[in-house]
């Protein structure tokens, strides 16, 4: 079947630009689009009122100011010639005033309501004689109309549409309107989404430990459900975990006696040749119990509190320890400042790094680095051995997983050591990744999650 990806999707695989434009949250997208869709509504209500306001004036407008206009042109008609100039400026009004004497300028009228509108005034005039309607450019659709009286004279009358106004409070009032709204669309959101961000919250917690933050049980009966099931699925992991531990507990326990017995018939053996094969295999099998149930209650959770701990002080009598063992490890770096972590638990993960390093290399190197990743603290073992494979960087972090084919326990390991690190780091909200050296050899980095403690 194919698999061709949608014409319509980015070729690139990164997100449409109006995509990125959005907020990262569901809070601030959801309440944008609600604020957004009211402001819409409400400017689409104002031009509906406004449009109908418009139209209201206009049938006003074509039904009045004809009239108006016809009856000041009679009054002029009627007055003396040598009066009319003294009631010009009574008969003015908004939207039409009139000038004695001259020529209507500009042309025909354009538009539809424009006509309608001269119309409107030609017919009112009878039976004065209309000599020109024109459409001028200022005041936007005005029109001159020039109107022949009884006794010869002419005078221009100067009409224009006129809006329908629209109070200031009438804006503010909308825009009073819309922040009440969304006020009201923030709190809703907020509280559709509060519930989420704390669920979110408490999975994060929720780290190998099993300790993590219990819900409240209350609110909507939906947000109340969701709290108890995931406080239930909590318990009943942490009760899963707890029992294999306690399985492998007592296998542990139960193998020590066998093993302790074959230990001390390969005393009684008269071979020594086979006697060492025999104690060879045992302190294999020993090994394996031991470091799987360590490694299982390290899935089970560290109990273990951060500390106030002096860096340096650690690396430098970790290397010190191999030393007085014969290997040699050299420190390269400080961390020049105290951190807050957990003591044991990075003892634990460094000291299997090291004996991984050093059990497939000689030129070991605990290399830190302060201000790394993030400004974290990173802390990285080197290597000069073979590597690993890049396809099985990922894999080896698994439990049970070696890299050598042929599954010798003397050089191979058991398969827990990396395995144990990867999960104590993630314990402590660490970062454990493996990378193969350009120069050869094998770089396990440690990227503390906690920052340097000022």
Not at 166 to 193: F, I, K, P
Not at 312 to 321: I, K, T, Y
Request: hydrophobic share 45%.
């Amino acid at each position: 079947m194919s698999t061709s990806a949608n014409p319509v999707a980015n070729p690139t695989g990164s997100a449409p630009r109006w995509r990125r434009l959005l907020p990262g949250s569901l809070f601030s997208r959801v309440t944008l689009i609600i604020v957004v869709g009211l402001a819409i509504a409400q400017l689409l209500t104002f031009a509906a009122i406004r449009y109908e306001r418009n139209m209201a004036l206009r049938e006003l407008m074509m039904i009045g100011i004809e009239r108006d206009i016809a009856s000041s042109v009679a009054i002029l008609d009627r007055l003396p010639a040598a009066e009319r100039a003294g009631w010009l400026d009574r008969l003015e009004r908004r939207n039409y005033r009139f000038v004695l004497g001259g020529n209507a300028q500009g042309s025909a009228p354009r538009s539809e309501a424009s006509r309608q509108f001269a119309a409107a005034i030609v017919d009112a005039m009878r039976p004065f004689p209309v000599v020109k309607v024109g459409e001028v450019a200022w005041p936007p659709e005005g029109l001159q109309i020039e109107v022949r009286l009884g006794d010869g004279s002419s005078v221009v009358v100067h009409a224009m549409r006129v809006g329908m106004p629209v109070s200031g409070w009438v804006m503010w009032l909308l825009a009073g309107q819309l922040l009440v709204l969304a006020v009201c669309a923030w709190v809703a959101v907020r509280l559709v989404t509060r519930p989420l961000a704390q669920l979110s919250a408490a999975a994060d917690q929720l780290g190998p430990d099993l300790k993590g933050r219990t819900l409240v049980e209350e609110g909507p009966t939906e947000v109340a459900h969701a709290a108890r099931a995931f406080n239930a699925m909590q318990q009943r992991i942490a009760g899963y975990m707890a029992e294999r531990v306690e399985i492998l507990a007592a296998i542990s326990h139960d193998l020590q006696t066998p093993i302790t017995r074959m230990r001390l018939r390969t005393d009684l053996m008269d071979d020594t040749h086979d006697r060492a094969k025999f104690r060879q295999d045992l302190d294999a099998m020993n090994a394996l119990v031991r470091e799987g149930v360590t490694y299982a209650r390290t899935l089970h959770g560290a109990t273990e509190p951060p500390l106030r701990i002096d860096a340096d002080a650690l690396f430098e009598s970790m290397v010190a320890d191999y030393e007085d063992v014969g290997q040699q490890v050299r420190l390269d770096g400080r961390a020049g400042a105290p951190i807050v972590s957990r003591p044991n638990a990075l003892r634990r993960i460094l000291m299997n790094l090291i004996d991984n390093a050093l059990k497939f290399g000689n030129d070991v190197t605990l290399r830190v680095q302060a201000g790394g990743e993030g400004g974290r603290l990173v802390v990285s073992v080197l290597d000069n051995g073979p590597g690993i494979p890049p396809g099985e960087l990922d894999a080896v972090l698994k439990p049970f997983y070696r890299v050598e084919s042929s599954r010798n326990r003397s050089t191979g390991g058991t398969g827990l050591g990396l395995a144990i690190a990867h999960q104590l780091a993630m314990a402590m909200g660490a970062e454990l990744t493996l990378h193969n050296r350009p120069e050869g050899g094998l770089e396990a980095r440690l990227a503390l999650a906690a920052a340097p403690a000022r």
